[in-house]
């Protein structure tokens, strides 16, 4: 039963997550606030920060016993890939993308600006590797968390979530750049490296 509403929790908190960033909604939100539009992407994540932390904090202390111990090998490992998905994640944040328009700071200091910048495909890089390297660092962060049988369940329920998000966020990529993201998605993997020519 524990694992039913730990389910119920994370899938209730993804789903309501997805919700208010998708585009139906955004649009909504873009009509009724106009330039105040502005400022919900920092309300979103101040938001989404706010609802994270007492789920993870129940799912410890719904579920604390250990049920997978690594051995020192594969604990070497494991920090590696921990190392790893973290500099992938910060690098990504910081030298790929914008970390003020990721927070929502851009907007808001941008506030009652018009934005006439045209939005190129970025392929360099990380980018040239995997199209989406922040969510790939996300899950490989995840997995490498197991000790739980509730970090196994949340950890599947998360990846499914990235995924699917990663796969709908594709369709408005191809949307917003048209065939230029289409030849990009040909050349880069989305979310597994090296699985089709790096991009030179």
């Avoid at 899938?11 to 960033?21: D, G, K, P, V």
């Avoid at 040239?128 to 899950?139: E, F």
Wanted: hydrophobic share 50%; net charge positive.
């Amino acid at each position: 039963m524990k694992y039913l509403l730990i389910a119920f929790l994370w899938t209730a908190y993804l789903s309501l997550h997805s919700f208010l960033i998708s585009t139906s909604f955004t649009k909504l939100l873009t009509r009724l606030l106009r330039d105040y539009y502005a400022f919900y992407r920092l309300f979103y994540v101040v938001l989404s920060i706010l609802l994270l932390v007492p789920l993870i904090n129940f799912t410890g202390q719904t579920d604390n016993k250990i049920v997978i111990a690594y051995s020192l090998p594969l604990n070497v490992v494991r920090y590696v890939l921990i190392s790893a998905s973290l500099v992938t994640f910060v690098w990504s944040l910081f030298f790929i993308y914008d970390p003020l328009s990721f927070l929502g700071l851009r907007q808001i200091l941008n506030f009652g600006k018009k934005d006439g910048s045209s939005p190129e495909i970025r392929k360099n890089g990380l980018l040239g590797i995997v199209r989406h390297p922040m969510y790939l660092a996300v899950i490989i962060y995840f997995w490498c968390q197991t000790f739980r049988v509730a970090d196994i369940l949340v950890n599947a329920i998360v990846t499914i979530y990235i995924v699917i998000g990663t796969f709908l966020e594709e369709k408005k990529l191809v949307l917003e750049f048209g065939d230029s993201y289409t030849k990009y998605q040909q050349e880069v993997p989305m979310l597994i490296p090296f699985t089709k020519p790096r991009v030179t």
